[in-house]
């Protein structure tokens, strides 16, 4: 306790969590036009009729025309993040819009947009305004040089956890040893210059397998060793760009790359700033006050309250899939929210029948009349998608007249290259079943076995 | 670890200096040494071996037809009648080896909605005709023209030959009655001839030379449309909604050819083989086969385990066929008869969707959506 005691107390330069602010709020402004010069915004938020809601969260929907209001705040405050401007007000309003966003439907979940709304979160807690920014030049009662030690430590912890995760989830028979996906994706990539064809092999797919599992487990360590830095982020550099040019993941890459520089030192990042500072004729030495950030007293033991909650969760959420019987890969009980990044290859068809058991009428339904293309495939494979969507098929068809009907769905998955199998018991009306965190007793066995975490 | 992330570096590093963000459009096929598909090989063998001399085919069919029309509408007679069906019947079966290749020309022109969406809309023919003023270019007028509109105006009109013969002699508006049939048939003609000649002049070479791994090049585009037609068209629109699949009433109405004697099951037959000899790259009329999806699957399955999707598919579509033996030769009277067999075909086609849709679009791996978005 006094050790954790004096490490709470120990102080470091802030210029880290400055740079840290500045990219992450342009990345974050860049993405939201990005997603809305490509159309998206209608796309996946304005024209579906249905949205898919997380458990707890279906009061979460997108707000029609006004999305657009709700994603003009976010790039806003990702702005303001950016520049120091109002840092509280700003980081607290990106935080809830960018959330907000990604709770209004699960269709278009992606691990990356989890990590940037819970590095939202935490920033909340940081003084990441004390350096840098237009807080400390408007206000020299809130600069400060230095700043707690544990608020830079905290960021590096986090992307730590994001990296040695995804390569726990890597630790499976499937990746290592059928080198699955990859085998899949890699050749589908045969028009790459001069490694399209080195793509087709299959002690290429393997390599890229065994060597990503590895990156994600070490790369973690390798930053944070000074002697080994420079290579590990040569490292991130190549992994990442590799990953942008094989994959279609977005912004994901860069946010990653910029976001490792948190590992290095002081010196490192006041260059940077000095680069900015020259760029837009800023008197960068104003800042270097040598003003020592100190929390209150009883804000103190609220933050790292808070915080060192945060962190726990983190470190055992991705655990909870152990409480649920079966394959996670298949049941997908447990899967999002744990760094399971890239490790399926997943497709599915999911027909659902409308039974009127008192008339005998029975029908199948056209799913494109209430789902995108989009949402169809996501739902096809997610038995809480299938779950979700099939009540509201009852409530739809019962609104039309039809009076105490039973909705059975005839689904078939494959998992990564594996046949096609029978996915949801055909014969259960999934409306006897509500949507909630027991397990979904209606998903069949999964008819083979992945050994692994 | 070093020297496997040093190799790993060095491979990024050149493909980084090599890769540009710009759609690849046409890059040069993949050589074709052992170890690789040439995808390229397989777009010319489905352009120049059946998409093409399949629609030059269909395109001598309509222009049969618009002949034979032309033929009937100078001399209106039982014989010009009979004749005129003949052609009718070898068209729309010619047809069924076309629509599937709803892409390029055809995809602007909507080429299959104008073609054949039936049920046609015999009262709106009637009005239309009635009024002698009509525009068949207008997408609201679908199902006013092309086949299912001509199988109306030539078996559809009366009982017998002499009813409806009677339309274009005697009905106080033969001459709209005439005028409307030969528009239905030019239209189709032009269309065709369309479609054609776009396969005849560039848009083979495009289509061909698009070999790109993206969501754009020909093989992600085609296979979408290919699934997409076997799912929706054939499955759905031949056998899911006669047998009223989707609405749990069986609607006889909405068979193809409804108006024809015993031919909507030589139509659906025919679509089937038709989509059948496009996976194992059967040469249009003609017993040699070249690359397509059957080897493909064996190229990739042979770097795989697991089953043998390649013979699965094949073996479905030819448990298709077997059951349609049992099918009566009119598709209408067998909803009408016994509608349990027609729901017994949809199940088999549905297992071939699945095993399309879901297997081996997922070894190809070709997203089963058009939408862009990010991934993992």
């Known amino acids: 306790m006094d050790q954790l005691g004096k490490y709470l107390n120990k102080t470091t330069d802030a210029a880290p969590l400055a740079v840290f602010r500045i990219f992450f709020g342009i990345m974050m402004f860049a993405s939201i036009l990005r997603f809305w010069l490509n159309g998206w915004i209608e796309k996946l938020y304005i024209a579906p009729k249905f949205f898919f809601s997380y458990y707890g969260f279906e009061w979460v929907k997108p707000l029609g025309d006004f999305t657009y209001l709700l994603f003009i705040l976010c790039g806003l405050s990702a702005l303001m993040v950016a520049i120091g401007y109002k840092y509280r007000i700003a980081i607290i309003l990106f935080f809830l819009s960018f959330t907000y966003i990604e709770l209004m439907d699960k269709t278009t979940y992606l691990n990356h947009y989890y990590f940037i709304s819970i590095v939202g979160f935490l920033m909340i807690f940081l003084p990441a305004s004390s350096y840098f920014s237009f807080d400390a030049r408007n206000n020299p009662a809130k600069a400060f040089s230095k700043i707690p030690r544990w608020c830079i430590d905290s960021l590096k912890l986090l992307l730590g956890i994001v990296y040695f995760y995804a390569g726990l989830a890597k630790l499976n028979s499937d990746w290592l040893f059928r080198a699955m996906p990859l085998k899949i994706w890699l050749p589908s990539k045969y028009d790459l210059p001069l490694l399209g064809n080195l793509m087709q092999q299959e002690w290429m797919h393997f390599a890229f397998s065994w060597s990503g599992m590895l990156y994600d487990l070490l790369i973690p360590f390798f930053l944070l060793w000074k002697r080994t830095r420079i290579f590990a982020f040569v490292l991130v550099v190549v992994f990442h760009i590799l990953t942008r040019v094989l994959f279609p993941i977005g912004m994901f890459p860069y946010i990653m790359i910029v976001s490792a520089l948190i590992f290095f030192s002081a010196p490192v990042h006041h260059k940077i700033l000095q680069f900015i500072s020259r760029l837009f004729k800023i008197e960068k030495i104003k800042f270097d006050t040598g003003g020592v950030f100190r929390f209150s007293e009883s804000r103190k033991k609220i933050i790292t309250g808070v915080v060192g909650a945060f962190f726990l969760i983190q470190l055992l959420f991705p655990w909870r899939y152990l409480l649920y019987p079966n394959e996670l890969f298949w049941t997908e009980e447990g899967f999002r929210f744990s760094w399971r990044v890239m490790l399926m290859e997943k497709a599915g068809y999911a027909q659902f029948k409308v039974v009127d058991p008192d008339t005998g009428r029975r029908f199948y339904v056209d799913n494109s009349k209430f789902l995108t293309p989009f949402q169809e495939k996501q739902m096809s494979f997610q038995p809480d998608f299938i779950i979700e969507y099939a009540h509201f098929l009852g409530e739809h068809f019962k609104d039309e007249g039809y009076g105490n009907i039973e909705v059975y769905v005839d689904s078939y998955v494959a998992l990564n290259g594996r046949k096609s199998q029978q996915y949801i018991n055909p014969d259960v009306n999934l409306l006897n079943f509500a949507n909630s965190f027991r397990h979904k007793t209606f998903i069949l066995p999964f008819n083979d076995e992945i050994k692994g975490l | ?376």
């Open chain 2, 1 to 376: 670890m070093k020297k496997i992330s040093g190799i790993l570096m060095i491979l990024a590093l050149v493909l980084v200096a090599c890769s540009k963000d710009e759609p690849t459009g046409t890059v040069d096929p993949v050589d074709s040494s052992k170890n690789s598909f040439d995808r390229g090989e397989m777009l010319a063998n489905w352009a120049d071996n059946i998409i093409v001399p399949a629609f030059k085919n269909f395109k001598s069919s309509t222009q049969q037809l618009e002949s034979k029309t032309s033929a009937f509408v100078q001399d209106p007679s039982e014989a010009s009648l009979e004749v005129l069906r003949v052609a009718f019947r070898t068209a729309y079966i010619d047809f069924q080896t076309v629509s599937m290749f709803e892409i390029g020309k055809a995809d602007q022109l909507n080429y299959r909605n104008y073609l054949n969406t039936y049920p046609a809309n015999a009262a709106n023919i009637d009005q239309k005709i009635a009024s002698g003023s009509y525009n068949l270019e207008l997408p609201s007028s679908f199902s006013e023209q092309g086949f299912p509109a001509l199988d109306y105006l030539i078996n559809g009109l009366g009982s017998t030959n002499a009813e409806i013969l009677a339309f274009y002699t005697s009905d106080q508006n033969s001459a709209n009655y005439l005028s409307y049939l030969e528009d239905v048939s030019k239209r189709m003609n032009s269309l065709t001839k369309e479609v054609n000649d776009s396969w005849q002049g560039d848009f083979r070479d495009t289509f061909v030379g698009n070999t790109s791994s993206s969501s754009t090049g020909s093989v992600d585009r085609f296979t979408n449309d290919y699934v997409m037609y076997f799912e929706k068209i054939l499955r759905s629109g031949k056998i899911g909604y006669p047998a009223g699949a989707f609405t749990g009433e069986p609607s006889p109405q909405n068979t193809e050819a409804y108006y024809s004697n015993n031919f909507s099951k030589i139509l659906y037959s025919k679509a089937v083989e038709s989509v059948q000899d496009f996976y194992n790259g059967k040469h249009f009329n003609s017993n040699q086969t070249g690359k397509s999806y059957k080897q493909y699957l064996d190229y990739l399955d042979s770097m795989k385990d697991g089953a043998n999707l390649s013979v699965l598919i094949d073996a479905q579509f030819n448990a298709i066929k077997e059951q349609a033996a049992s099918l009566d030769a009119s598709l209408k009277s067998q909803v009408e008869t016994n509608n349990t067999r027609m729901l017994e075909a949809f199940d088999e086609l549905q297992k071939e969707v699945i095993l399309l849709k879901v297997d081996m679009m997922q070894a190809l791996s070709i997203s089963v959506d058009y939408v862009d978005s990010d991934g993992d």
